[in-house]
C-alpha cells in the first residue's frame, strides 16, 4: 500500500495514498461552511487539481449527524458577507473551480441540505450512508438554491427537480438514489471503505480519458450535439487533443492487441 500523508488546514482535514487525495471537512457542530473555510477548501481542491500525481479525490464529512448543512447563518450573523469572497472555487472549493478534470466522490453521510447538497451535486459521482437525508430548504428563508436551481433539473426529472425546489421538503437516501442521484447506498459503518474502493478503481485507469470526459461533459452541456462533436472530432477540446497525441492511447492499443491490462502513465 502506498504511504498515507495526512495534513490539516484548520477545519479542513487532507490525507493522501498514492493518487488519492481525502478532504474532510471537519468544523462542529454541524459542518457548516463560513468564508474562511471555503476559502481553504478552494486551495486544497485547486492544489488537487494542479498536482500531476493526484488522480481521485473524496470529499467527505467528520461525523454521522452531519455531511454539512450549507451556509453557515451563525457566521452570517457575525459579519460573514453571502456576497463575500468564498475563495478559487466558490462555495466549498469546487462550484466554481475552473478545469476541474479529475473525479471527485462525495461521501455523504447525516444530514446534506442547502449549500451542503450543493456541494454534493459538484462532485462526479456520490455515494450516501443510510442514515442520510436531503433537502433544499432554502425556500422557507426566503432565498433561493441558486446552484441546485441550475443543476437538478439537468440531472433528474424536471417535476422532480421543481418538487424539491418549489416545496423544500426532506428526502431520504433511497429516494436520492431512485432518482439516480447517488451512485449506492451503504451502512454507515461501510461509507469511508466503500469510497475508497471506487476511488482506487479509478486510480488505476486512465487520467488523460477522465479529463477529457470531464471537460467535453461540461462544455457541451451549452452546445448543440453535432457543435461538440465537431469539437471532438478536430481536437479542438485541449483534453482530447492531448490525449489524442498521447503515449496512453498508444499504450491502450497495445494492451488490447496484448490482452493485457495497460500501465497508464498520463503521459
Not at 461525523?63 to 456576497?83: H, I, Q, R, T
Not at 442521484?181 to 486510480?203: C, G, Q
Amino acid at each position: 500500500m502506498a504511504e498515507m500523508q495526512m495534513r490539516t488546514e484548520g477545519p479542513v482535514r487532507t490525507r493522501r495514498e498514492g493518487g488519492i487525495l481525502e478532504v474532510t471537512l471537519d468544523r462542529p457542530k454541524a459542518n457548516a461552511i463560513d468564508l474562511a473555510t471555503s476559502r481553504v477548501m478552494g486551495l486544497v481542491f485547486r492544489d488537487f487539481r494542479d498536482d500531476e500525481t493526484l488522480r481521485v479525490a473524496i470529499l467527505r464529512a467528520e461525523g454521522d449527524k452531519f455531511f454539512c448543512p450549507g451556509w453557515d447563518l451563525k457566521a452570517a450573523a457575525g459579519g460573514d458577507a453571502v456576497d463575500g469572497d468564498y475563495g478559487v472555487g466558490g462555495f466549498g472549493g469546487l462550484q466554481e473551480l475552473p478545469n476541474l478534470n479529475k473525479p471527485v466522490i462525495a461521501a455523504v453521510n447525516g444530514i446534506c441540505c442547502g449549500g451542503g447538497l450543493e456541494l454534493a451535486l459538484s462532485a462526479d459521482l456520490i455515494l450516501a450512508s443510510d442514515n442520510a437525508t436531503f433537502a433544499l430548504p432554502e425556500i422557507r428563508s426566503g432565498t433561493v438554491a441558486d446552484a441546485a436551481s441550475i443543476k437538478l433539473p439537468k440531472r433528474i426529472p424536471y417535476h422532480v427537480a421543481m418538487d424539491l425546489l418549489l416545496t423544500g421538503r426532506w428526502f431520504d437516501a433511497e429516494e436520492a438514489l431512485r432518482w439516480g442521484l447517488v451512485k449506492e447506498i451503504t451502512s454507515p459503518d461501510e461509507l469511508l471503505a466503500k469510497t475508497w474502493e471506487l476511488a482506487r478503481l479509478l486510480e488505476s485507469g486512465p487520467p488523460l480519458v477522465y479529463a477529457a470526459i470531464k471537460e467535453v461533459v461540461r462544455e457541451a452541456e451549452a452546445m448543440r450535439f453535432q457543435d461538440a462533436l465537431n469539437r471532438i472530432t478536430k481536437r479542438q477540446m485541449p483534453t482530447v487533443d492531448r490525449l489524442y497525441g498521447s503515449e496512453d492511447v498508444l499504450e491502450g492499443q497495445r494492451a488490447f492487441a496484448e490482452k493485457r491490462d495497460p500501465v497508464w502513465t498520463g503521459r
